[in-house]
Structure formats: C-alpha cells, structure tokens
C-alpha cells in the first residue's frame, strides 16, 4: 500500500479568528487537492488483487466480499466500491510513464458491502451508487409474439458501514458528517448504516468493533 497521500493538517479541526480550534468547519476543497491520483492508482491496483483472488481463486461469491478500513484505508474502501470511471477522466494526468490506468486496476463489479472507519469521503463528485442496475439484454427483450422471460433474482445492493469518533482530531467529526450526507444522498437511507462513538479519538473501540462485526453477520446473511 502507498503512504498516506492526505495532508494530517489539513483534515485536522481550523482555527477561526479567535484562536480556538473548532470542527464545525473544515476546508472544503482541502481532500479533494491533497488527493494524489497516483498513489490512489496503486492502492487500488492492490485491492483489486486481494479482491480478484478471493473471487477467482478462493470462489467467494463478490456479494459476500466486504472491502473496509481504517483512516485512509476507509477513504480507499469507499473509492473501491463507489468510483465512477468515467468522471475521473480530467484527473489522470499525474501518472507517470508506463503506469496502469484506473480503469486496468479498479475493480467494478458488485460488493457485499463497503466499512468505513474514521475516515472520510475523497471526490465525492465522482462516486457512484455502488450498486448499478444491470441493463436488459436486447436478447431477452419481449416481443409482442413471445413471453416475457422470468425474471432474474435482484443481488442485494451493496450495504455501507461508516463509524467515526467525535473526539476525532485527525478527521474531524464534521468531515466525517458531511461524507455520510454524500453517500447517504448517493444510495439511501437505508443501505447506510452510520455510527458515531462518544468521546473516541482517531482510533477503534470495542462497542466500534461489536457494532461492525454484527453489521458484517447481516451483510453475510442476507445472501445466504
């Protein structure tokens, strides 16, 4: 994996006029310009390995495959499961000579589901709902003189965890909020599941942990 591409001080609570620090507002435009599309490209092309191999090799159906991390690692969860290729297009200049593309390295079919903690939402204009509906296959498209084919089962659209901490000095509180509002706003409702722990810095705790692997069970059960 790449060492962190975000800038600590920048994500970390503003200092308004008084002196005082406060996470009531942060710098909008700070993720997106600390974002390193580079670096991103290489984590990816990682998780897309680990992904691939549990499919292709290990034959773990991708609705139970869970992509989830901590920090930076949740920021790359939700760009695995969530990134529209087709808008990170104007972002792909910064690559160096021979490298792969995002299209060669991201993976872009179906998660069971997305966790993220203590992290935040990078581009989130260029995110997509994660769980895109298959279009219909000119084949299998009724015609006045024949049936209309049975219907396929639907997969179950890919659930998305997101915990932080709201004593989070690293990623403020307020960060993490606006992140949940852009997702919340992208899939519903209801496939977020969002918690928030009193009092917890930039780190886990065991109500976060109890919380995620009940969260996983119902990911994992409800494909069975």
């Not at 991390?69 to 529209?84: I, N, P, W, Y």
Request: glycine share 10%; charged share 20%; aromatic share 4%.
């Amino acid at each position: 994996m790449a060492r962190a591409w975000f800038t600590p001080s920048s994500l970390g609570p503003v200092r308004s006029s008084s002196g005082s620090t406060t996470d009531d507002e942060d710098p909008a435009s700070s993720t997106d310009a600390d974002v390193d599309i580079a670096k991103i490209r290489t984590s990816l092309s990682y998780i897309n390995n680990l992904i691939t191999t549990s499919i292709t090799r290990h034959h773990i159906p991708a609705s139970r495959v869970i992509v989830g991390g901590f920090s930076q690692g949740a920021v790359m969860s939700l760009l695995t499961g969530m990134l529209d290729l087709s808008k990170l297009k104007d972002m792909e200049g910064g690559g160096g000579g021979g490298e792969e593309g995002i299209e060669e390295v991201h993976y872009t079919g179906r998660l069971g589901g997305i966790a993220a903690l203590s992290g935040y939402v990078a581009l989130p204009h260029k995110l997509t709902s994660a769980s895109p509906a298959p279009s219909p296959s000119p084949a299998n498209t009724p015609t006045p003189s024949t049936p209309s084919p049975a219907p396929s089962p639907t997969p179950n659209p890919t659930q998305i965890f997101l915990a932080h901490g709201t004593k989070d000095m690293l990623v403020p509180m307020s960060l993490a909020r606006r992140g949940k509002e852009q997702i919340t706003e992208l899939v519903g409702d209801q496939r977020v599941e969002w918690r928030e722990y009193q009092g917890m810095g930039h780190v886990h705790c065991g109500a976060e942990m109890m919380d995620l692997c009940r969260w996983v069970g119902r990911v994992v059960k409800s494909d069975d």
